[in-house]
C-alpha cells in the first residue's frame, strides 16, 4: 500500500524546536520530490519546504532560515526540522509526494505560550 505517516508534532512554546517526519511506504524518497505542506484554520493549505529528487530544498519565504527539510533514504523518510517556531506557525503539517499525488493524514504543530 502506498502510504504516507507523519508524526513529531506537538505542543511547543515559541522560540522552541520540533522535527517532523514522514515515512514513506512503497515510495522512494532517495529517487522522488518530496514536499510539506501546511494548513492553519481559516487558511488555505500553502507549501513550506520542498526536497528535489536531486535533494536540493527550497523553502517558502517565511520559514527560510528557520526551517530545514532533509531526508534518510535508509529509513525511506523525509523530515522537517523547525527552529525559532513562532505562534503563525501553528497549523497541521502534511507530507506530500507529487508522484503520486498522495498527502499524508497530517500532524498538528500548536505554538502557545
Known amino acids: 500500500q502506498v502510504q504516507l505517516v507523519e508524526s513529531g508534532g506537538g505542543l511547543v512554546e515559541p522560540g522552541g524546536s520540533l522535527r517532523l517526519s514522514c515515512r514513506a511506504s512503497?515510495?522512494?524518497?532517495?529517487?522522488?520530490?518530496m514536499g510539506w505542506y501546511r494548513q492553519a484554520p481559516g487558511k488555505e493549505r500553502e507549501l513550506v519546504a520542498t526536497i528535489s529528487s536531486a535533494g536540493r530544498p527550497v523553502y517558502t519565504d517565511s520559514v527560510k532560515d528557520r526551517f530545514t527539510i532533509s531526508r534518510d533514504n535508509a529509513k525511506n523518510t523525509i523530515y522537517l526540522q523547525m527552529n525559532s517556531l513562532k505562534p503563525e506557525d501553528t497549523a497541521v503539517y502534511y507530507c506530500?509526494?507529487?508522484?503520486?499525488?498522495?498527502w499524508g493524514q497530517g500532524t498538528q504543530v500548536t505554538v502557545s505560550s
Open positions: 512503497r515510495i522512494l524518497v532517495s529517487i522522488n520530490a
Open positions: 506530500y509526494a507529487p508522484v503520486h499525488s498522495l
